[in-house]
């Protein structure tokens, strides 16, 4: 996109074709506005027009711009959080309220790409979080205990199971959710952009958002090539958010991410690495990710981003970490990399803003966005039907929040992660 290959990577070469878009143009009306084309606005709109809702989708650049069409591809459910933590950051109600939610999440996500037929790799074959060490073990052995408390089908495996399943000695153990599991995830949200648009919405590519107002009972956006009025707003742009609405990036940090891709490799590697096509990632603060794309690329990722001394560090770094998790592809090369921004919250919880009368939205997904998205999507298209209340949507109202020290923190962030990466190519 934009004729850089650093933006989507191995997505944009292996997923199939958008639907064919318009930018606004004239003066047009809509009964919703949905500002953003990635899984929350998609499955917003998808909800809203299988309902018989007059819905219009203006997205500032291409389909999945943003973090929707960038990231590791992992459907996983619920947050980084603990499971016990929500009910006393949120409250009983909505914290056990977020559990219920985000844990059915990737069962709506791969019902959804079933149901419409989506071509987007989905393989809801569950994901392990591997364990580095005692201290990642026991935070585990943890989370794993919260969650069965809870029904939920999750399973510690000690380190055999482990190395069975990763096809590394490396880990002392992995928490396997039998509940998640990958998806090409531009692919799912051209999916959902397509379903969306059999279902009657209209999308508008290219058609970036540079003022909104009141204008009688309902909103006048303006774009540079048209109007529309639209008496409901959804405002879904989380970590890509500019103007108007900025105060929404103002409460998110940007945390880097970056992802290499192998070329398709032997089958005999395929059936070692991962032989059971669940996607993984460990415990550590500068983690690691891998998985498998549908043909047999490894896709190996980390913290940072691909722009000035960080693509040559990160690129040492993957070529050498690969190596020490799976000796028999040392010396493999990487075909594509490429690299977005998480939009990390003071919490690591996502947020539910009114941004203004009838203008709603949730942000700060915390690298979660798949799961999350696709179903506070769906919230919002309820809540805009008056198929439920406000106080039914699975997180309370809150204020914007401004981060303080925001652009330190990026940088330290970026810079951090490219010196721990420096650090660990050598030792």
Request: aromatic share 8%; glycine share 12%.
């Amino acid at each position: 996109m934009r004729n850089d290959p650093l933006s989507h990577g191995l997505w944009e070469k292996t997923a199939p074709a958008a639907p064919q878009t318009t930018a606004l143009s004239g003066d047009q009306s809509a009964m919703v506005a949905i500002v953003g084309g990635g899984y929350t606005g998609l499955s917003a709109a998808l909800h809203l027009a299988e309902a018989g809702a007059d819905v219009a989708v203006l997205e500032a650049d291409e389909i999945g711009f943003g973090g929707s069409g960038r990231n590791v591809g992992l459907v996983n459910a619920g947050m980084w959080v603990m499971p016990d933590d929500l009910p006393g950051i949120l409250g009983e109600t909505y914290g056990e309220r977020l559990l219920k939610i985000l844990g059915d999440a990737p069962r709506i996500v791969f019902d959804l790409a079933k149901r419409h037929g989506m071509d987007c790799e989905a393989m809801p074959v569950g994901t392990l979080h591997c364990a580095v060490g005692e201290s990642g073990l026991r935070q585990l052995d943890e989370r794993a205990r919260q969650w069965t408390a809870r029904g939920a089908p999750v399973r510690l495996l000690d380190r055999q199971e482990t190395a069975k399943k990763v096809g590394s000695a490396a880990f002392a153990g992995a928490l396997l959710d039998e509940r998640a599991g990958t998806i090409q995830p531009l692919s799912y949200a051209r999916g959902l952009a397509h379903a969306a648009a059999r279902a009657g919405a209209r999308l508008h590519t290219g058609s970036r958002v540079t003022k909104a107002e009141r204008s009688g009972d309902g909103w006048r956006l303006e774009t540079p090539h048209g109007t529309l009025l639209a008496r409901h707003v959804i405002v879904a742009t989380n970590a890509y958010t500019t103007t108007p609405w900025s105060q929404i990036r103002e409460e998110i940090v940007h945390l880097p991410y970056f992802n290499f891709a192998t070329p398709p490799l032997p089958q005999a590697v395929r059936d070692r690495i991962l032989p059971e096509r669940q996607g993984a990632w460990d415990t550590k603060q500068i983690l690691t990710s891998f998985r498998w794309d549908r043909e047999g690329r490894l896709v190996f990722g980390s913290v940072g981003a691909l722009k000035g001394t960080g693509q040559a560090v990160h690129r040492a770094w993957a070529e050498r970490a690969i190596a020490r998790l799976f000796p028999e592809l040392k010396g493999v090369r990487f075909d594509d990399c490429w690299y977005g921004h998480i939009g990390m919250t003071a919490d690591h919880l996502p947020k539910f803003h009114r941004l203004g009368e009838n203008v709603v939205g949730f942000s700060g997904y915390n690298g979660r966005g798949i799961g999350p998205g696709t179903v506070f999507g769906k919230a919002l298209a309820e809540l805009v039907l008056g198929r439920i209340s406000q106080e039914e949507l699975p997180l309370p109202v809150s204020d914007v929040s401004r981060q303080s020290f925001r652009g330190l923190r990026e940088g330290v962030y970026r810079f951090g992660a490219e010196a721990v990466h420096l650090m660990r190519t050598f030792v």
